[in-house]
């Protein structure tokens, strides 16, 4: 007998082709069909997005429109439930209307009796105190509550939810993997889905290309804008300026969200227009739209710089060894679950600690790994951990 589709409402920031959130709605899909196959409830998943037409062409799921209330209604009446996550949705650092948005969605759901789930969510900074009893009041009346680590169930602990269960989970983004990989998630996104946002591949590798056609050592940067007068991004050229010094180096930059991170990526590009002369290379990614594209280019770095999280997450679940560059206590709590420190902070950026890093670990990329691949792994291994509560709660529930 086969089971009824249940429809589950995915909530997050998702259709604006920021490499990292798509990534974690791929990761979510994979996850939540896979472990719904293991217990026998049929999910059918329905995205909010900014562009329901390209998430759906994307990822073969329906989605609607998520700023038409109209149809977000229509959405969550019809269905099971409600998944809110992941990533940073419940912060006011990008401004104060972000979590009334996300909490009011949950809410919405709520008032329908549908069952809410919060998945794998990093939760903070919240500086306006006043969304503290709006949090607690809303995550009172979760199924199911996850967050991706300890610093944001002491955050909730402190907002008054101390007697609710919350669970410290990795990142979704730990556990994807690529197609070809054997009992690869990632195999749930089938070939002609993949063929449809990689079509233009063989163009986007080697766009801005500069420099000699030898093989060089690759150094993968994602970088984004932050401080007003560039000071972090300048020192990350001249860091890496100074490690091309030693030696000809390949520096691929990966923008994880369009266009704001291509255009940090081309700032620091311009300062590094000289090294082409002394033999090393350059080159940006701008059309790896698709988490799966991303991923690959990231699994061909020796060595990755990254102010974005999900590029350092990307690299984690890839074993590349990273360097990253705190702006945010999210990259800080990351580095921390897989024991290792930031090079910097974003005010204070040494650009000849930029460069001693970067060079260390090309000589000692492996011992890199070995150090780290029991983290790793353990954390490839849980990060499905979310999806199987939900398929659990939908199966005993149905």
């Known amino acids: 007998m086969v089971a009824t589709p249940q429809t589950i409402v995915i909530s997050g920031y998702y259709g604006f082709q920021n490499s990292g959130d798509e990534a974690v709605l791929q990761s979510i899909l994979n996850a939540l069909q896979k472990q719904s196959a293991a217990t026998g409830v049929s999910i059918e998943p329905l995205v909010l997005s900014i562009d329901p037409e390209w998430t759906t062409a994307n990822y073969g799921v329906k989605s609607v429109h998520r700023m038409k209330l109209q149809e977000v209604r229509k959405a969550i009446s019809e269905s099971s439930g409600l998944i809110s996550g992941g990533g940073s949705l419940l912060q006011d650092v990008t401004g104060s209307k972000t979590i009334p948005y996300y909490l009011g969605i949950i809410k919405l759901a709520q008032w329908m009796g549908k069952p809410t789930f919060i998945y794998a969510q990093g939760i903070g900074p919240v500086n306006r105190k006043l969304f503290h009893p709006l949090i607690k009041s809303v995550f009172r009346k979760c199924a199911y509550i996850s967050v991706r680590d300890e610093q944001s169930r002491q955050l909730l602990h402190t907002m008054g939810l101390g007697g609710k269960t919350v669970e410290v989970v990795p990142d979704p983004v730990m556990a994807l993997s690529l197609p070809e990989e054997p009992d690869s998630q990632a195999t749930i996104v089938t070939a002609a889905k993949f063929a449809h946002t990689a079509k233009r591949a063989s163009a986007y590798t080697e766009d801005a290309y500069v420099g000699s056609d030898i093989s060089l050592p690759v150094v993968g940067i994602s970088v984004r804008y932050w401080e007003g007068n560039r000071a972090e991004l300048n020192a990350i050229a001249s860091g890496l300026l100074k490690a091309a010094e030693k030696t000809p180096l390949h520096f691929k930059f990966l923008p994880f969200h ?126 499905e951990s979310p999806a199987r509560h939900i398929a659990e709660y939908l199966h005993r529930e149905g």
Not at 268 to 281: E, I, N, P, R, Y
């Open 258 to 383: 369009h266009p704001s991170d291509n255009e940090a990526s081309r700032y620091v590009m311009d300062q590094l227009k000289d090294v082409a002369l002394q033999g090393s290379k350059i080159s940006i990614c701008e059309d790896a739209l698709h988490p799966l594209q991303m991923l690959r280019e990231v699994e061909g770095c020796d060595v990755l710089i990254g102010m974005r999280l999900h590029s350092l997450i990307y690299a984690a679940g890839r074993r590349v060894p990273l360097i990253g560059i705190s702006y945010d206590p999210k990259i800080d709590h990351f580095l921390d679950r897989i024991n290792c420190k930031p090079v910097g902070a974003t005010v204070s950026l040494d650009s000849e600690k930029v460069a001693a890093q970067v060079l260390e670990l090309l000589k000692n990329g492996s011992d890199w790994r070995l150090e780290r691949e029991s983290l790793i792994a353990s954390l490839v291994s849980d990060a």
